[in-house]
């Protein structure tokens, strides 16, 4: 945490969800959630609510680099929480705009398609990922159908599965990877590759029909345990008990016709 802040200060580089479940909207509620002043560059406006994506609009590279730019030439940054970026050549300045800066304790989650709708990627943005932005982080975050396209392998069926892909992001030259395992049949599982060790996160199946942005919240969580100065391991604990009880808490909520968010404030409820 910085020596002049109260509180933790962290900055979301994301797209703009409207519904307010995730993207931007998401994180600032999670970073709220913890305690923590929250910023956000934005790099695409969508459509969407809660049945889906329509449109996405990308904000220019050299925009978004900008605004990047603009908070660290200001503001101490505690930790980054990056999540959608649409193009290759977003993803790229938004790299060298951190390695400029010198961020610290970035969690990169590698937003590639919408669950429900749009594609939200261009076809070099995976490779740019990888490249650029992984070797910066301090974990990525991919769930299993993005960390099937960055490594160019079928998609996870188990954790040994899981475990092999998380290994090859770290060859590839992420300093860490978690495989966030919800969509998998059971008790969700996350796998962890870190400093050579495979560990497996064992959770709770919350029965909900609101798990929009449950992604974007899990990252964002994770970097906001990691500018309180948990250890990598503690921040993933951390981050998943804090969204177990955001999904029981937010599973009777009716927003929309379609999947609504977890409640991100629960823990503010009296």
Same mark, same amino acid.
């Given at each position: 945490?910085? %020596?002049a802040?109260?509180?933790?200060?962290?900055?979301s580089?994301?797209g703009?969800?409207?519904?307010?479940?995730?993207?931007?909207?998401?994180?600032?509620?999670t970073f709220?959630a913890?305690?923590?002043y929250?910023m956000?560059?934005?790099?695409?406006l969508?459509v969407q609510?809660t049945?889906?994506?329509?449109?996405? %609009?990308?904000?220019?590279a050299?925009?978004v680099s900008?605004q990047i730019?603009?908070?660290?030439?200001?503001?101490a940054?505690?930790a980054?929480?990056?999540?959608?970026?649409?193009r290759?050549?977003?993803?790229?300045?938004?790299?060298?705009s951190?390695?400029? %800066?010198g961020a610290?304790?970035?969690?990169l989650?590698?937003?590639?398609?919408a669950?429900r709708g749009?594609?939200?990627?261009?076809?070099?943005?995976?490779?740019?990922?990888?490249?650029?932005l992984a070797?910066?982080?301090?974990?990525i975050?991919?769930n299993?159908?993005?960390?099937?396209?960055?490594?160019?392998?079928?998609?996870?069926q188990?954790?040994d599965?899981? !475990?092999?892909?998380?290994?090859?992001l770290?060859?590839a030259?992420a300093?860490a990877?978690?495989i966030?395992g919800g969509?998998?049949?059971g008790?969700?599982?996350?796998?962890l590759?870190?400093e050579?060790v495979?560990?497996?996160?064992?959770?709770?199946?919350?029965?909900?029909?609101n798990?929009h942005g449950?992604?974007c919240?899990?990252?964002?969580?994770?970097a906001?345990?990691?500018?309180q100065?948990?250890?990598l391991?503690?921040?993933?604990? !951390?981050?998943?008990?804090?969204?177990?009880?955001?999904?029981?808490a937010?599973?009777k909520?009716?927003?929309g016709?379609?999947a609504?968010?977890?409640?991100?404030?629960?823990?503010?409820?009296p």
């Amino acid at each position: 945490m910085s %020596a002049a802040a109260l509180r933790p200060i962290l900055l979301s580089i994301a797209g703009s969800d409207p519904s307010g479940g995730a993207g931007v909207q998401g994180d600032l509620k999670t970073f709220a959630a913890f305690g923590a002043y929250g910023m956000a560059a934005i790099t695409a406006l969508t459509v969407q609510n809660t049945r889906g994506v329509s449109k996405v %609009a990308p904000a220019t590279a050299a925009l978004v680099s900008a605004q990047i730019d603009a908070i660290f030439d200001d503001i101490a940054v505690d930790a980054v929480k990056i999540g959608m970026l649409a193009r290759a050549s977003t993803a790229r300045t938004v790299a060298a705009s951190l390695k400029r %800066a010198g961020a610290q304790s970035i969690v990169l989650d590698p937003v590639l398609r919408a669950t429900r709708g749009a594609d939200l990627s261009d076809a070099g943005l995976p490779k740019a990922i990888l490249t650029h932005l992984a070797p910066l982080a301090r974990l990525i975050t991919p769930n299993l159908a993005e960390a099937a396209i960055l490594t160019g392998t079928p998609r996870a069926q188990n954790a040994d599965d899981m !475990g092999a892909q998380a290994r090859a992001l770290v060859e590839a030259g992420a300093k860490a990877a978690l495989i966030k395992g919800g969509h998998l049949d059971g008790a969700p599982i996350d796998v962890l590759y870190a400093e050579g060790v495979t560990r497996v996160f064992h959770g709770e199946r919350v029965e909900t029909p609101n798990t929009h942005g449950t992604g974007c919240a899990l990252s964002s969580a994770i970097a906001c345990l990691l500018a309180q100065g948990l250890n990598l391991e503690a921040a993933i604990e !951390g981050a998943k008990s804090w969204l177990t009880r955001a999904l029981a808490a937010g599973a009777k909520m009716r927003l929309g016709a379609g999947a609504g968010p977890p409640d991100h404030l629960w823990s503010g409820k009296p």
